[in-house]
């Protein structure tokens, strides 16, 4: 019986194969089925560990073939146990573009976009908040905060309307309105903020501790990262099952780029690829660069950028609680981190609206800006096959070009 066909009843087993959390920085295990956020001992966050001998009893490259097309076609390594607590818009297995028109005017081959901008709220925001507010419900939460951007505030809205649990966002007070005005329309609690999201993430704090509200922050949370993983899993199950040679990726807190590293091994684990790895570039802006800057300096934890400024709010944040785990993942896989200007990303976004009908975010235009930087200094070889993300849609920027 698949439950990728809709035939489970309520209540039923989602053949979940998740056994634990494990710290990862410390290496703590602590049991799976009860609400927690950050390690206990050394406050990093946490990962979600799963049984991949049971997974791959039915969870098989063949299998997924009869599956629907969405991020939950992969439910065996997501930690979502009751088909009842799922909650979804159709999240997820988004297209792998050839970018060929966009290539030639680059003068680059191999070159693809993973167009992130066609999930529900339009961004990627949709794979992570599906997933923890569906854990978030399974385990009993009331009520979910969340300090935001924009673009992730707008996605936990949505599932928690769908869950019927009260939602609270804190964002900064600059961001789009668009922002503001889908989260309030999805039913959320809007309170905006003077400052960044790191002074969103503060004031927050105060009422998850004071109403004990459930923090759903960047990383602070392990379920996140489940959702987001599964981008690993498709550019996999796309390119069938040979990984590209380098992704590009705009990292704010860099859920997207650990989750997909995470993605990686378990799919090793269930013996679908091998040990290679794509070399994994993190693509930031020059006025808010932390995680560049410490990859260069060589340094296992990020300081915090001060005084950050960007147009790509997504990019705009100055510290990120999993930064050893996105450089871990930058040295591991041969890659590398850069940064590139507001106007650089705005240009780039329109070469790849002009050449590939995409309306990329800002962020995304960063990618295509990174890659040309990486091109001409011959870090990117002619010949290598690039993943390029555009994590989401430029309509919500739409000020930005007007």
């Known amino acids: 019986m698949f439950w990728a066909d809709n035939k489970l009843m309520k209540g039923q087993q989602l053949m979940s194969a998740f056994t634990h959390l494990q710290c990862g920085y410390c290496q703590l295990e602590l049991e799976a089925d009860r609400l927690w956020n950050l390690c206990p001992e050394c406050k990093k966050p946490l990962l979600a560990r799963y049984d991949f001998e049971e997974a791959g009893k ?105 869950a019927g649990i009260r939602s609270y966002v804190f964002m900064p007070k600059d961001v789009p309105q668009a922002f503001i005005g889908e989260c309030r329309a999805l039913g959320a609690e809007v309170q905006l903020v003077d400052g ?72 090793e684990q269930l013996g679908w690829i091998g040990k290679e790895r794509p070399r994994m570039v993190s693509v930031q802006a020059e006025n808010c660069a932390p995680m560049v800057r410490a990859f260069h300096d060589g340094n296992e934890f990020a300081a915090k950028w001060e005084n950050a400024s960007t147009k790509a709010d997504g990019l705009r944040v100055p510290a990120a609680v999993g930064d050893f785990l996105i450089l871990r993942a930058l040295r591991e896989s041969g890659g590398t981190a850069i940064a590139v200007s507001d106007k650089a990303m705005i240009d780039y976004a329109n070469l790849m609206g002009r050449c590939q009908g995409i309306f990329p975010s800002p962020e995304g235009g960063a990618t295509l800006a990174a890659f040309m930087e990486l091109r001409k200094a011959k870090w990117i070889k002619g010949g290598e096959r690039v993943v390029l993300f555009n994590t989401g849609s430029g309509h919500k920027y739409a000020h930005l070009w007007g």
């Open 58 to 162: 039915t969870l098989t490259r063949e299998a997924l073939a009869e599956r629907p097309g969405n991020l939950w076609r992969y439910h065996e390594v997501l930690p979502i146990r009751k088909e009842k607590y799922r909650l979804t818009l159709q999240e997820g297995w988004t297209p792998l573009i050839h970018a060929e028109r966009l290539g030639k005017e680059v003068r680059f081959d191999n070159l693809y976009i993973k167009e992130e901008g066609l999930n529900p709220t339009t961004s990627f925001k949709a794979r992570g908040l599906s997933v923890a507010v569906s854990r978030a419900h399974e385990l009993g939460v009331k009520a979910i905060s969340i300090p935001s951007a924009g673009n992730a505030a707008g996605a936990m809205s949505a599932y928690t309307a769908l």
């Open 196 to 267: 960044l999201i790191t002074d969103c993430g503060r004031i927050a704090a105060e009422g998850v501790a004071r109403y004990k509200r459930f923090d759903v922050s960047t990383l602070k949370e392990p379920y996140r990262l489940e959702g987001k993983k599964t981008m690993g899993y498709e550019v996999a199950e796309q390119l069938d099952w040979r990984l590209p040679d380098v992704i590009i990726y705009p990292t704010g807190g860099g859920t997207g780029l650990i989750g997909m590293w995470k993605a990686f091994d378990e799919m």
